[in-house]
């Protein structure tokens, strides 16, 4: 049975909840990440999404510690047990006028999320350099995701059908 396609962007894989607003958050040149995690994996998360951003945009986009009050235009990473029912993969992903909330149980769960703000961007965060004319804005989402199954792979069935070694 085929599970209707919900409207709005298209995520791979399709996240178990999504809904759609109306409006983006824009990332500009004051826009920042802020970190609300002690691991380093999460650590890594943040320069790596800053590491992409910078290459695109040309915006400095600071890394820094959530200290108190989270500021608007900031993109926000958060790990704690508040969402340990969606395992460590999983993650929840809210944009809103102001900002971007990415919050998972463990540092997996935000590359995942992460991985997922860099579909709802242009496609131009892909290039190899600086990108002019683009605005980089992000649909108003409120997205919920995890893995379907506990495993992740590929099955090649070579008993009825031969794979060359090039497509392996």
């Not at 996240?15 to 920042?32: D, L, N, R, W």
């Not at 910078?54 to 047990?81: E, K, M, N, V, W």
């Not at 290039?127 to 893995?147: F, M, N």
Request: no cysteine; proline share 8%.
């Amino acid at each position: 049975v085929k599970k209707p396609v919900p409207a709005g962007p298209s995520i791979v894989p399709r996240p178990a909840k999504i809904e759609v607003g109306s409006g983006s958050f824009q990332i500009g040149p004051k826009t920042s990440i802020v970190l609300d995690s002690q691991s380093a994996d999460a650590q890594g998360v943040g320069e790596f999404l800053a590491a992409k951003l910078r290459r695109s945009t040309g915006y400095p986009l600071d890394i820094r510690p959530a200290a108190g009050q989270i500021s608007r235009d900031a993109i926000l990473l958060r790990t704690g047990d508040r969402l340990s029912k969606l395992g460590n993969e999983g993650y929840q992903l809210s944009a809103s006028r102001n900002g971007v909330k990415i919050e998972a149980a463990a540092p997996a769960g935000l590359f995942y999320g992460v991985q997922t703000l860099l579909q709802l961007l242009p496609a131009e965060v892909e290039g190899s350099g600086k990108v002019e004319g683009v605005t980089w804005s992000i649909p108003i989402v409120k997205i919920e995701a995890r893995p379907r199954f506990i495993w992740r792979g590929v099955h090649l069935d070579v008993g009825r059908h031969f794979f060359p070694k090039e497509f392996i």
